[in-house]
């Protein structure tokens, strides 16, 4: 039972390029968020997917777009990296239920726009 | 006013004392509350979860609830140097939904 998965772990993009981030969850959950954390700012969540086939903007959700592409994945696309972009991006999933709302995350990905 | 506040420390306390880490928060509508742990480098964790006012004992830890003074804290008792961390509150709010809105943390430092 890996939990939460997220690959890449490490990525440099230009300033312009595009990349995708994946996040894969095994714990049969409904509901699936993307988070970023800067330094000073704490966790902001970017966007949301209360079920499958459903998604929702967050609190800083312009730049991104996300797929929900199974009940296991969700996906963040970053059409075209900005030097503002620069941040460590944690994926998290919940049950929903008696245990629903508490979110577990993923291992993160460190994300450097130059 | 940010929804979730907490004291960014960092809080020191030598080795075997009782660490106390407090949020307030400010939708009094807010129903469910949590503390994450998170190490340099790592991942938020899921330490302790509430729902209820008063106390709630897990272990070392105990969180407790004040829902009329919109406040939630975080103790650990004995507290150990692998305790050093960054501890996070978050709240779900009265109106959202699945999401939920985190504090800046409270970094934590155990001095032997």
């Known amino acids: 039972n890996a939990g939460v998965t997220q690959t890449p772990k490490f990525q440099v993009l230009k300033t312009g390029q595009s990349m995708t981030l994946q996040c894969a969850q095994d714990?049969?959950?409904?509901?699936m968020y993307w988070y970023r954390q800067d330094p000073g700012m704490g966790l902001r969540l970017i966007y949301y997917?209360?079920?499958?086939?459903?998604?929702d903007k967050g609190e800083v959700p312009n730049g991104y777009n996300v797929s929900r592409l199974n009940k296991r994945e969700f996906s963040l696309r970053l059409e075209s990296a900005a030097p503002s972009q620069t941040s460590v991006y944690f994926c998290?999933?919940?049950?929903?239920?008696?245990?629903?709302?508490?979110?577990?995350f993923g291992p993160g990905t460190r994300l450097t726009v130059t | 006013q940010k929804e979730v506040e907490q004291n960014s420390g960092p809080l020191s306390v030598p080795e075997g004392a009782i660490a106390s880490l407090n949020c307030t928060y400010s939708d009094r509508g807010s129903q469910s509350f949590f503390w994450y742990r998170q190490y340099s480098g790592k991942s938020p964790e899921l330490i302790m979860s509430i729902y209820s006012n008063g106390d709630k004992e897990d272990g070392r830890f105990t969180a407790q609830l004040n829902k009329a003074s919109q406040y939630v804290s975080l103790l650990i008792r004995d507290s150990q140097p692998s305790d050093s961390a960054t501890y996070l509150c978050?709240?779900?709010?009265?109106?959202?939904?699945?999401?939920?809105?985190f504090g800046g943390g409270t970094r934590l430092m155990v001095k032997p």
């Open positions: 997917s209360a079920s499958e086939g459903t998604t």
């Open positions: 978050a709240v779900r709010g009265g109106n959202a939904g699945n999401m939920l809105t």
């Open positions: 714990m049969n959950h409904n509901s």
């Open positions: 998290a999933s919940a049950d929903s239920g008696v245990r629903s709302y508490e979110q577990y």
